[in-house]
């Protein structure tokens, strides 16, 4: 590959990064929000604001299933929700650093972590019929495939200065 190539694999790797920290962040900070909200408030809010301002009509296919969804929130599967939105945050954010800082261990981990999430995506999708999930999983699986390249090329870099040396 090309060194101009090269770079621009990079900066696509590392705006994959970003955006999976950005998702780890807004998931950890949903569930702070979720833990400090009650549920009639979030259910208020997704019903009152985002469906009628954001998404279309109430009567809207979009709006009902937000809505159907935070009624799920307020009648019980909160503590599920919290936990997590957490989880998943926490461990994003965890890679992602680790990533950024070119941990090789890391990149096993990640590799496998995100396999689990797309397991789980796909999973969801055929029970609940989202068109949402699939595309997040075809996401994470772009990723693999990036954080696979990114693992290879290190791995080989390091051979490289060992036989140097």
């Known amino acids: ?64 299933h937000l809505v159907a969804g935070t009624a799920e929130l307020t009648s019980g599967h909160r503590t599920f929700a919290v936990l997590y939105l957490a989880l998943h945050g926490v461990i994003k954010l965890a890679l992602v650093w680790a990533l950024l800082r070119r941990v090789l261990p890391a990149y096993p981990i990640a590799v496998a972590v995100l396999g689990m999430f797309v397991g789980y995506e796909l999973y969801r999708a055929t029970r609940t019929g989202s068109i949402l999930l699939p595309i997040l999983a075809v996401i994470d699986i772009a990723i693999i495939v990036m954080i696979v390249r990114e693992y290879r090329l290190l791995r080989r870099q390091q051979a490289d200065r060992g036989a140097a040396n």
């Open 1 to 64: 590959m090309s060194d101009g190539g090269a770079r621009r694999t990079e900066r696509l790797f590392r705006f994959a990064l970003l955006i999976k920290g950005i998702d780890g962040a807004a998931e950890l900070l949903g569930a702070l929000v979720l833990l400090c909200v009650s549920g009639a408030t979030v259910h208020r809010l997704v019903g009152d604001v985002l469906s009628r301002d954001l998404l279309g009509p109430p009567d809207g296919s979009l709006s009902r």
